[in-house]
């Protein structure tokens, strides 16, 4: 079994949206609480190819969102521009969708999809950090410069966080591809 159809499996979905459910609410982390996998998530929905999810997926980020909000987590980044989101999401899922079309877990492949990741998450960040600068109405006196000095801080833990869970995502599925009594399980199914 290749890398595409066990991430095409039918359990994927759950997965993806039980990581999502359990790192959403702190997009940083912390002591006790994990990163935001919500890139990561999107970049691994790609490979599912099933546009349905990706719009489930958007409406869980947006629920999950509330009911943090609702809980006492700041409100602070719901703005008009959280519309932003969807083509954050979006540049995420194309670039998953992209990487599926690589059928093993080769060298090569994986430095072509790792590099990939890197960009679509850069552009993901662009989105939804410029998006934030330019429609929230928070920084009205705020110069370019001034702002990429505040965001750039932020940078490599979006970016770190998306490539570790995507990282930890292919080395669960190569762990399972090297396990003898897994891959022989999945090869009858």
Known sequence: MN???????????????????MTR???????????DAS?????FAGFYRKKALF??????????D??????????????????????????????GRYCSTLKAMKIAEL????????LATSAAFAIS??????????????SWGEYFLRVAQYYPSYVGAALIYTLAGFAI?????LLPGLRTHHKSV
């Open 39 to 43: 890139l990561a998530v999107f970049f």
């Open 3 to 21: 890398i595409k159809q066990w991430l095409q499996a039918e359990y994927l979905p759950i997965a993806l949206i039980a990581l999502m459910v």
């Open 55 to 64: 719009g489930f997926l958007l409406a869980l980020a947006a629920l999950i």
């Open 129 to 142: 950090n410029g998006s934030f600068y330019l429609f929230s109405g928070r920084y009205a006196d705020l």
């Open 111 to 118: 430095t072509k999809s790792a590099g990939l990741l890197m």
């Open 25 to 35: 609410f702190h997009h940083f982390g912390d002591v006790l609480h994990l990163p």
């Open 173 to 177: 599925v190569k762990l399972f591809k």
């Open 66 to 95: 509330f009911v943090a909000i609702k809980n006492g987590t700041s409100s602070w980044c719901v703005s008009p521009a959280y519309v932003f989101l969807i083509p954050t999401y979006a540049v995420m899922w194309f670039a």
